[in-house]
């Protein structure tokens, strides 16, 4: 209620509440018609009274309504700009996971080529490793042919 309301309201309860006091005074003085006009004119004020004040609660009560209409539209608002920016902060998080997700992948990726790398490897290694010992007792076998040889030649020489 704006206080400009509020003032025409007090003016009109201050009209009434003297018109009020001085029922009682000219009430008695009064006579038949002059009684019906004077009580009448009370209950006209009184009426206009009434009158504004239901229009000021209806008034009172739409300015609360609207104020809570306010609020509720304020609050929803609040709520979108909430959701809106969860929204966007759950899209960077998916964007983010799908990084991650792929730099997983080429990890993985390598880890496999890795895997086979080694898988390589090791068989070289394997085989590298039979063919060193191959090669060894090859050369133990000539060492120790050699050495029958020379025994040979050298018993062959000296003992005959």
């Known amino acids: 209620m704006s206080s400009e309301e509020f003032e025409k309201l007090q003016e009109i309860y201050r009209a009434l509440y003297d018109e009020l006091k001085l029922m009682p005074e000219s009430a008695p003085r009064c006579c038949g018609e002059e009684r019906k006009r004077l009580v009448r004119a009370f209950d006209e004020r009184q009426g206009e009274a009434e009158e504004v004040t239901y229009q000021q609660s209806q ?5 609360q309504g609207s104020e809570s209409l306010n609020t509720a539209s304020q609050s929803i608002e609040r709520s979108q700009r909430i959701a809106t920016e969860t929204e966007q902060i759950g ?3 998916i964007e983010e996971l799908g990084g991650q997700r792929e730099q997983l992948d080429r990890t993985r990726d390598r880890l496999v080529n890795t895997g086979e790398n080694l898988s390589r490897s ?9 063919r060193l010992v191959t090669n060894k007792l090859l050369l133990a076998v000539i060492i120790v042919m050699e050495l029958a040889i020379l025994g040979a030649v050298v018993y062959l020489k000296f003992f005959r």
């Open 59 to 63: 008034r009172a009560l739409l300015l």
């Open 91 to 93: 899209n960077d998080i």
């Open 122 to 130: 090791r068989k070289i290694l394997r085989s590298m490793s039979r």
